[in-house]
């Protein structure tokens, strides 16, 4: 096996450290995205559990006092 030099070496860790940084970065990126969408879907939730409580407080009658079906 032959020995590198020292600037072979350097070269190769400097190509390396930028595959390096190009990776962090991409996976940065992702992650932002990724909490923006759970944000979003956090909202949606909110927004879903509101309007349930609203369609719920909308209901003014209790369903056990309905008679029962006609089959019964």
């Known amino acids: 096996m032959s020995t590198l030099s020292l600037e072979q070496r350097l070269t190769e860790l400097e190509v390396r450290l930028t595959f390096i940084d190009d990776t962090v970065n991409g ?10 969408r759970i944000l979003a879907l956090e909202q949606m939730i909110r927004d879903l559990r ?19 079906p006609p089959h019964y």
């Open 50 to 68: 509101q309007e349930l409580a609203s369609v719920r407080g909308g209901q003014s009658h209790d369903p056990h006092s309905e008679p029962p």
């Open 27 to 36: 996976l940065a990126s992702v992650e932002t995205e990724q909490a923006l």
